[in-house]
């Protein structure tokens, strides 16, 4: 057994809640929703970290505009705080170069941060994950154990048929479904939510297509003003 798999638990005890932002599809807002739920829970005071899990994609760190930050070597790492974040990513050692590495780099690359990293104590841990549920997902299920998902959707039946399969394969391994969120919303479609309760999983509220949210991009005062962090700070409350 690999000995960093033990250190993992160590490193995560003092945190309360653990959130890992999912959805089946690519571009459906994952990232966004992952930095404006740990960006909304630092601004009413909670500690949070944010940890980016999309290798081949990193975004949150443009989302949020973090530059020129790097962790602190102490017996690990310690993230630096960014906003009153605690925000960890593969940007610090990548830079700018894209990764070119398989599957098992991959699993390697999760343990590895999950073992070196001294969150202390957060009352959120907020995981964006990459697209789909591949092995990144498997990973994450395996190495943290009180990981809750947040999964996100749109209203295409394209998205929802593979939201479908997420909820499925989460249900199958036991593991906490936090609720679904609907994000880009252009139209009512109520039978959206309809789907969503008919697996028994909650259906925590809609985010809609924000024309202004580009702007906001790498401004955190702008993105915590803008519709889409008012809709994460209602649904917050229903967390
Ligand atoms: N509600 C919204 N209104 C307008 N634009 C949005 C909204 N949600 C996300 N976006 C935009 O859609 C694009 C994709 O969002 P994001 O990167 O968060 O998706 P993702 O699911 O993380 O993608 P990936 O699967 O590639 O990781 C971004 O340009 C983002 O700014
Ligand atoms: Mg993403």
């Not at 894209?98 to 073992?115: H, K, Q």
Request: aromatic fraction near 8%.
């Amino acid at each position: 057994m690999d000995p960093r798999i033990n250190v993992i638990d160590k490193r995560l005890k003092d945190i309360k809640r653990i959130i890992a932002v999912s959805g089946g599809k690519g571009g459906i807002g994952k990232s966004s929703t992952a930095s404006l739920l740990a960006l909304s829970l630092a601004d009413i005071g909670k500690n949070v970290g944010l940890i980016d899990l999309d290798f081949y994609g990193p975004s949150c760190h443009v989302i949020l505009g973090i530059r020129d930050v790097y962790p602190e070597e102490e017996k690990g790492v310690i993230p630096p705080d960014v906003d009153g974040i605690s925000f960890m990513s593969i940007i610090y050692y990548a830079k700018d170069n894209p990764l070119t590495v398989r599957g098992i780099d991959i699993s390697n690359a999760i343990i590895e941060l999950f073992a070196i990293t001294q969150w202390g104590k957060l009352d959120y841990l907020i995981i964006d994950m990459p697209p789909g549920i591949g092995d990144s997902t498997l990973d994450i299920i395996r190495l943290v154990s009180k990981i809750e998902f947040l999964v996100i959707t749109n209203q295409s039946k394209v998205v929802l048929e593979t939201v479908k399969k997420t909820l499925k394969m989460l249900k199958d391994s036991k593991v906490p479904i936090l609720g679904v969120i609907q994000n880009m919303k252009t139209k009512e479609f109520p039978e959206v939510r309809e789907w969503i309760e008919k697996f028994d999983v909650r259906y925590l509220g809609e985010i809609a297509y924000d024309d202004g949210f580009e702007d906001c991009l790498g401004v955190p005062e702008r993105l915590l003003k803008s519709a889409f962090a008012k809709r994460i700070k209602k649904i917050i409350k229903s967390m």
